[in-house]
């Protein structure tokens, strides 16, 4: 089963390790704290930059049709892929909780891997291949599967991987081969057909593995249309709402500033991992943290990117 965080520990440093040693240690541990607070930046090549705007909408419109609903924020029916790639988890009107700790109104993910539906929502879910479950709050999972097409389905579940009536759409992938270290490229001869296939494959990418936040949908200084929907994601740690404990888990704050000022502010201690934001035109910069559920301290550096607003809609 590949799923996507790493919720080790890292073991404790000796007490008799020497400063002198420990120095290239915490300079690189530093280089990796500032490198993950950094947000995703717009793809540097015109072309590229360019098809990646084209979806900006569908990637951050408001959906207001289910109140409770859950999807794979990041992949679309059809898509084609190289493996191994990455599912984005997405859920609302309820929250993240490992598996294992009851509390109402919260759940956690699993993806079903060419398998149908449960036909009961008493029985647990089995731990197979066609069943991947991601109960340590997990926000995305990197799957790994041989070429050819793959029908996928993300299902919320209870604390004892009871499945709530809360599910995806089936979609189906195509694997297209093994994922290589050289991206795609956008041919300017074929480029309606080479930008979709660019945009699929950048969307299914996995990021770097680590501990950090990150804001998952738009990048560092992207033009937006509000309202806007952002996605949140974290590495290292587990989404795990206010109300219970899990080791290396904590929950998602947020804060959009203009003019340096708190413009607004969400405390998502319920679990979720995704807000709606209603705001008018202008420049803002978006602060997400990562805290502990019970001091708010920072578990990771907080993520700062800007968000440009370049026009207001009515839903």
Partial sequence: MHQAARLNAPSPIRSTTTMSTLLPFLLFALSLATAAAAAAPLPRSEAERLCWQQHTRERTRVDLRELTAVHGSNL?????????????????????????????????????????????????????????????????????????????????????????????????????????????????????????????????????????????????????????????????????????????????????LRDGRVFQSHDLAGGATQANLFVPPGSYQTRLRFVDGATKRDLLPPQEQTVVVSAQEKL
């Fill in 76 to 256: 679309r029916n059809c898509y084609q892929v190289r493996s191994p790639f990455m599912v984005e988890f997405a859920v609302k009107g309820m929250g993240v909780v490992p598996a294992g700790k009851a509390l109402a109104g919260t759940g956690h993910h699993h993806i079903l891997v060419n398998t149908p539906m449960p036909t009961s929502v008493t029985e647990k879910l089995p731990f197979n291949d066609g069943h991947r479950h991601f109960g340590k709050g997990q926000t995305f999972a990197v799957l790994n599967l041989p070429p050819g097409q793959h029908k996928l389905r993300l299902l919320f579940a209870d604390h004892e991987h009871r499945p709530y009536f809360v599910f995806s759409p089936e979609i189906t992938v195509t694997v297209t081969g093994p994922r290589s270290a050289e991206p795609l490229k956008i041919d300017p001869a074929r480029l309606e057909a080479s930008c979709a296939a660019w945009y699929q494959d950048e969307q299914a990418r996995p990021r770097a593995p680590g501990e950090w936040v990150t804001i998952t949908n738009l990048r560092d200084g992207e033009p937006v249309v509000s309202p806007f929907s952002l996605r949140f994601g974290v590495d290292g740690y587990g989404v795990c709402a206010a109300g219970q404990k899990a080791d290396r888990s904590g929950h998602f704050m947020f804060d959009l």
